[in-house]
């Protein structure tokens, strides 16, 4: 419950727990201490702990390998966790194996029609769109939310999730008109599920306020970026990656404003720092 709202601190010493809790109790080979390594996994890629999370992920793959065969649902959870890590680190070529592989599991076991299709559809077609593969991806999103759609209800963090996704496609093909109204629903729906403060609001601020700042309109994208800063500093902390990112785009749409407003706005070492640097000869 505690990582769902995004309170990861408070959420750690229990996943701790339960791990050592499942280990005495039903020692180190057993499905549900895979399952505890995974929880605990996901915590710290969460955190942006990604080389405290690699080691959880394998350890979990592993174990459900050994105990259950390569043909379960939970060695598809487990490779599809591994995928999302190595995905996160650019490490594109790691990860779309493993995709494809979790993607086949869930469909052999589970059928075409399951929520964990829809997952396993949105993880690999956003693989495809980090790489520019944009043909690719945009039919797997497309199926994703539709299944979600279906499966879940129009009112499901699946279904704002999808929604998300197939935007940021759309942006980054200039497909801003399309992309908008996505956003927009994503965003709202959200709030409406998860609340104000969730990390995954403010996901979804930064991506409405950089859609917004692509079209130079920048009053629209500043108050969203300054939101998603706030909400991440309080949730994930100062050094989180989804920090520095939301925080990265700020100053990109903060030097892309003219010298006179920024002038006004901020002391003259701000400026200077923002202002575009001539090229190293």
Same mark, same amino acid.
Do not use: W
């Given at each position: 419950?505690?990582?769902?709202?995004?309170?990861?601190?408070?959420?750690?010493?229990?996943?701790?727990?339960?791990?050592?809790?499942?280990?005495?109790?039903?020692?180190?080979?057993?499905?549900?201490?895979?399952?505890?390594?995974?929880?605990?996994?996901?915590?710290? !890629?969460?955190?942006?702990? !990604?080389?405290? &999370? /690699?080691?959880?992920?394998?350890?979990?793959?592993?174990?459900?390998?050994?105990?259950?065969?390569?043909?379960?649902?939970?060695?598809?959870?487990?490779?599809?966790?591994?995928?999302?890590? %190595?995905?996160?680190?650019?490490?594109? #070529? /790691?990860?779309?194996?493993? %995709?494809?592989?979790?993607?086949?599991? $869930?469909?052999?076991?589970?059928?075409?029609?399951?929520?964990?299709?829809?997952?396993?559809?949105?993880?690999?077609?956003?693989?495809?769109?980090?790489?520019?593969? !944009?043909?690719?991806?945009?039919?797997?999103?497309?199926?994703? @939310?539709?299944?979600?759609?279906?499966?879940?209800?129009?009112?499901?963090?699946?279904?704002? @999730?999808? @929604?998300?996704?197939?935007?940021?496609?759309?942006?980054?093909?200039?497909? !801003? #008109?399309?992309?908008?109204?996505?956003?927009?629903?994503?965003?709202?729906? %959200?709030?409406?599920?998860?609340?104000?403060?969730?990390?995954?609001?403010?996901?979804?601020?930064?991506?409405?306020?950089? @859609?917004?700042?692509?079209?130079? $309109?920048?009053?629209?994208?500043?108050? $969203?970026?300054?939101? &998603?800063?706030?909400?991440?500093?309080?949730?994930?902390?100062?050094?989180?990656?989804? #920090?520095?990112?939301?925080?990265?785009?700020?100053?990109?749409?903060?030097?892309?404003?003219?010298?006179?407003?920024?002038?006004? $706005?901020?002391?003259?070492?701000?400026?200077?720092?923002?202002?575009?640097?001539?090229?190293?000869?």
């Amino acid at each position: 419950m505690y990582e769902s709202q995004g309170r990861y601190t408070e959420a750690e010493p229990l996943f701790l727990e339960a791990l050592d809790l499942c280990k005495r109790l039903l020692g180190d080979n057993h499905p549900h201490v895979a399952l505890s390594l995974n929880n605990l996994a996901l915590l710290y !890629y969460s955190q942006g702990r !990604y080389t405290e &999370a /690699e080691p959880l992920f394998l350890e979990a793959l592993d174990l459900c390998k050994r105990l259950l065969g390569d043909n379960h649902p939970h060695v598809a959870l487990s490779l599809n966790n591994l995928a999302y890590l %190595y995905r996160s680190q650019g490490r594109y #070529t /790691e990860a779309e194996p493993l %995709y494809l592989e979790a993607l086949d599991l $869930r469909k052999r076991l589970l059928g075409d029609n399951h929520p964990h299709v829809a997952t396993s559809l949105n993880n690999l077609a956003a693989l495809y769109e980090s790489q520019g593969r !944009y043909t690719e991806a945009e039919p797997l999103f497309l199926e994703a @939310l539709d299944l979600c759609k279906r499966l879940l209800g129009d009112n499901h963090p699946h279904v704002a @999730l999808s @929604l998300n996704n197939l935007a940021y496609l759309y942006q980054s093909q200039g497909r !801003y #008109t399309e992309a908008e109204p996505l956003y927009l629903e994503a965003l709202d729906l %959200y709030k409406r599920l998860l609340g104000d403060n969730h990390p995954d609001v403010a996901l979804s601020l930064n991506n409405l306020a950089y @859609l917004y700042q692509s079209q130079g $309109r920048y009053t629209e994208a500043e108050p $969203r970026y300054l939101e &998603a800063i706030n909400i991440f500093r309080e949730r994930l902390g100062e050094n989180h990656p989804n #920090t520095q990112t939301v925080y990265r785009n700020y100053l990109r749409m903060l030097s892309q404003l003219p010298e006179a407003e920024l002038r006004q $706005r901020f002391p003259d070492e701000v400026v200077e720092m923002l202002k575009p640097k001539p090229p190293h000869p």
